[in-house]
């Protein structure tokens, strides 16, 4: 599990609470059903009109991948490489099939299938930079699915507000009644501006980090095996690839 999406999410929704709470508010005071279906049902139904069904499919799994904490082992696959670059200059690219069997990620497995296969360096970095592109633009639409979701939270909290307040405008008469509806009706806005910038935007970006990871991460096989392809020196596609890791980390390993 991801920590710092965990623990973030309690400090920033946290916070406002107990900052309600010292102020003498009381929270059942911000748990009011019209405001909650407008604000979250009326939100989603806005950002529905700019996506399609098979990407509101994938919320479960966006979420799921911004709760788990993706360690790319990019020393090891550099080390891996190195050592298929050694045995390929040795006994040639049909020897790194015995490889295959161990890689699960589809992206390596992929790329490694093709350069057995024997494809030439420009059609496999060609192909596999299709591949990157495709990915990138499916991960992109769920990143926009979630920046339109804290975009429209907001106006739909301000329309429920309006709303409030044309109702507490017509109880003119009870000025009791109508101090505690227009304090209702502003509930709707509080709801559209926390779950917009407590929950939406930042799983936006929570989920454009995880893309930027595991895309340099894939960068980084593409370029070892079209490093492999071109007969490269194991040594330089080692430093090439080196380049990759953070300069403080790379000396560690240096």
């Excluded at 299938?113 to 496999?124: K, N």
């Amino acid at each position: 599990m991801d920590i710092a999406t965990i623990g973030g999410l309690i400090l920033g929704v946290g916070s406002v609470l107990v900052a309600f709470r010292m102020e003498g508010g009381h929270l059942s005071a911000i748990v009011q059903a019209p405001a909650m279906i407008l604000v979250i049902l009326g939100t989603i139904g806005a950002a529905t009109v700019t996506t399609s069904i098979e990407n509101l499919r994938k919320v479960p799994k966006m979420l799921k991948i911004i709760f788990r904490n993706n360690n790319y082992d990019s020393y090891g696959i550099i080390e891996q490489i190195t050592k298929m670059a050694e045995n390929a200059r040795r006994d040639g690219i049909l020897a790194l099939e015995r490889s295959l069997k161990g890689i699960r990620n589809p992206f390596y497995h992929q790329a490694l299938q093709l350069l057995i296969d024997g494809t030439e360096m420009t059609a496999l970095r060609s192909i596999l930079e299709t591949e990157l592109n495709n990915m990138s633009n499916r991960h992109k639409a769920g990143i926009l699915l979630f920046q339109k979701l804290g975009g429209f939270s907001p106006t739909m909290g301000i329309i429920g507000t309006v709303l409030g307040l044309i109702h507490s405008l017509a109880n003119a008469d009870n000025a009791n009644q109508m101090a505690s509806s227009i304090a209702s009706a502003f509930i709707a806005t509080l709801w559209g501006v926390a779950l917009a910038n407590l929950v939406y935007l930042p799983i936006s970006d929570k989920l454009k980090r995880r893309h930027e990871e595991e895309i340099q991460h894939l960068n980084l096989i593409l370029e070892g095996m079209v490093a492999i392809q071109s007969g490269e020196n194991p040594r330089v596609i080692r430093s090439k690839l080196l380049s990759f890791i953070e300069p403080v980390l790379r000396k560690d390993i240096k």
